[in-house]
């Protein structure tokens, strides 16, 4: 009996921007490192190709936008295999659809984020509800051959965030920056809370150092809320690793986002 589910493959949204264009050479070392496939997917939304003429500038414009998209991975010299992929429907969707057999899915921070869910952007429900992992990626202020990750930020609370988090701190030779986040009364930093909360963030980050000796970690309280944190601490190339619920509400900020379902094992 043959096996009915498809292979994991890296995919990741393409629509023609700078953006989209970002998200395909960051997605290149997720790819590379599980050795699978990476697919690139441009969605045609047939509520803006409702003639003949405007399907096929649709269809056009799709054709050029992951062809210069598969350029742009084969000028890295990476060894990766590309497939290229035109779907229509609801790009909110398809790409949900897609996230239900993908190994991580990547969108740009903007681009994609003009096709909404009512008030909601793509990104952000992607983020709360797709089925793996979503890099949301916000494109450098100056181009670059690929956004580089200097810091790889993550709740140091929830040990699946960590176990992603620790994964691209090696892939990308980055920082690890393990964040314990103080809430209430011992977001001012002089309560027994705050000296509590630094002892269980040494024990827990110990454990994974131990896992990921080749990892150079650090810890940090976040005051509040890791909004707060990034906010006082807006330092480029950093990649922040959370839960769904606090992608959902970062994914319009300045930073990278990997958003991490619990059940993203």
């Not at 080749?214 to 909004?227: L, N």
Request: aromatic share 4%; net charge positive.
């Amino acid at each position: 009996m043959g096996n009915s589910f498809p292979a994991p493959e890296v995919v990741v949204g393409v629509d023609g921007s700078r953006a989209a264009e970002q998200a395909v050479l960051w997605a290149i070392d997720e790819a590379v490192s599980r050795d699978i496939p990476m697919r690139l997917v441009y969605v045609v939304d047939p509520r803006e190709a409702t003639t003949a003429n405007a399907c096929e500038a649709s269809l056009a414009a799709a054709r050029t936008a992951l062809a210069d998209a598969h350029r742009s991975v084969e000028a890295t010299g990476a060894p990766v295999k590309v497939e290229t992929e035109i779907l229509c429907g609801r790009p909110l969707a398809k790409l949900l659809e897609a996230s239900s057999s993908a190994a991580m899915l990547c969108i740009g921070s903007i681009g994609l984020d003009h096709a909404r869910q009512g008030a909601t952007s793509v990104a952000k429900v992607l983020a709360r509800s797709a089925r793996c992992p979503v890099a949301v990626i916000r494109q450098p202020a100056k181009r670059s051959a690929a956004p580089k990750v200097n810091t790889v930020l993550a709740e140091a609370g929830n040990g699946v965030v960590l176990r992603h988090a620790f994964d691209e701190a090696r892939l990308r030779g980055a920082t690890l920056r393990a964040l314990w986040v103080c809430r209430g009364e011992d977001a001012g930093g002089t309560g027994d809370g705050t000296r509590s909360a630094r002892a269980q963030l040494t024990r827990r980050l110990a454990r994974w150092t131990r896992l990921y000796p080749d990892v150079r970690a650090e810890s940090a309280i976040a005051r509040g809320s890791v909004e707060q944190y990034l906010r006082a601490n807006p330092e480029a190339g950093q990649l922040l690793v959370t839960e769904g619920h606090t992608a959902e509400r970062l994914c319009d900020g300045t930073h990278s986002v990997l958003a991490i379902r619990s059940g993203n094992l």
